[in-house]
Every structure is written in C-alpha cells, then in structure tokens.
C-alpha cells in the first residue's frame, strides 16, 4: 500500500480520488490532500470521500511514496519550492501540469527523481478520460505500473513518449472543450430551425454517444462511416457541403495545432525562467 500526496484540491484531483477510492486501489486514509489554504474545499473532500488533508508540507511529502501534482501550472515554481527539501530520490512525483516538462520539475526539485508526466481531461469526473502519460528514466516498473492503475480508475491510458504530450494536449486534453463548442453549435441550429433546446439537447447528446460507439466498434474508418451515411443528393451530403464550405476540418486541424504550440509555449516560457534564475 502507497501513500499518496496530492497538491492541488481542484476538479482534476477530485477526479483522481474519487477514481482511486471508488476502485479500491487504495484506502482513503492513505490518500492526503493539500492546497493553497482553502480549508472548506479540503474538508468538503474528506467528508466527500474520507481522505486526509493537511498543510504540513513537510508530513505531507516526506512520508509520501507518490505525490501527484495538481496545481495550476502557473504555480508550480512557488508551490515546488516549499516541499523541495522534503522529497528522497524514491519519491514519485506524477505530474498532470499541462506545459510544463519533466526537465524543468527536475530543475526545479534539483534532485533526480522518477516522473510520470500525465495528460489527462475533464472527462475523468465521470471516468472516461482519455489519458497520455510518459516517464523518465528514473521511473522503475512497479510504479510504471502503479501510475497506469491509478489513470486507468478515470478511463483510458496510452503511453507515449514526452515529446508527444504537447500533441497529446492539442487533442484530447483540450478536445472535449472542441465537443461542447461543436454542441452549442447544433443546439443554436437545431433552435434555428424549429426544435426546442431540451429535445434538441437529448438528440444531440445520443447522436454523439452513438456516433462514438459506432467508431469504437467498426473497423471501418472515420471517413467511411462518414460516407456510408452520405448519399449522394441527400440531406447529409448537403448539410457536409457547407461544412466544406466554410472549411471545418481545417479550422479544426488549426484548433489542435494552436492548443499543441500554446502547450510547448507555455514550456518553454517556464525552462527559460528556470535558466535566467540560475
């Protein structure tokens, strides 16, 4: 059994716990969470599902075997200095920052410890993430293994290399945001055109679910699923022309390749603060 360390008590931590205790894959008297000071948020998650909190950064590290790091990404520089000194060459840190590589958290730590850098996405609050994670080389396979459990209680895990996870985070990281802007969307059009916004709420989502399961089942390809329901002269193929018209899939290729470069940015903007500072 590992204790677990989580700083940061924000909708990707809640996610986490609630995966890991509702799984069973550790007790929640072995899971502790801090925060900033917001004593209510941490109290609401004891209460919610029975794990510690507290502000003893020097407790709350040094007797962790995992801490997963769950601040906003802005913070880290602050936050990893006051608990820098609590950690050993064994501890495990799992990181869920987007932007912010594994060189730069081990300049920051200035110890050689293993990593795990995740990238998971919202969509873990009702366990259907989809998760990228890479390691360095420090990291041993039993706590490969143990960071694979702990991301697969909120859904699907991948492994790539690091230099993916800005790639990682362009899709599937910022892509359920893509989902909901595409179901605003349909809901104003199926408004426009007749529908009220309760029922065409209830069409979209099960046209959704629906259409992701089709993809997950077939062996066949986007494209041709696309194709088998686009008859030539029908109301698909009409409603797809316009589509083309106004160059969607471009604008959604340019979407990904934004998120993607904002990530490495963001990076970046940290590895060169971190050289500066020397």
Sequence with gaps: MKKIAIIGAGSMSEALISGIV???????????VTNRGNVERLIELQNRYGVDYSFDLKKLVGEADAIILAMKPKDVKEATVQWKNYITKETLLISVLAGVNMDSLQRLIGLEVPIARAMPNTSATVGKSATGIAFNSFVEEPQKTFVLDIFETVGFVTFVHEEQLDAVTGLSGSGPAYIYYLVEAMEKGAVKIGLNREVANELIVQTILGAAEMIASSSKSALELRK????????????????EQYDVQKAFISCMEEAA?????MGKALTEELKLSK
Excluded: D, W
Excluded at 22 to 32: A, F, N, P, R
Excluded at 228 to 243: K, Q, R
């Design 261 to 265: 470069a904002q990530s490495k940015r």
């Design 22 to 32: 509702s799984s069973k894959l550790q007790e929640s008297t072995e899971i502790t």
């Design 228 to 243: 088998n329901v686009t008859s030539p002269g029908g109301t698909t193929e009409a409603g797809i022309n316009i589509l």
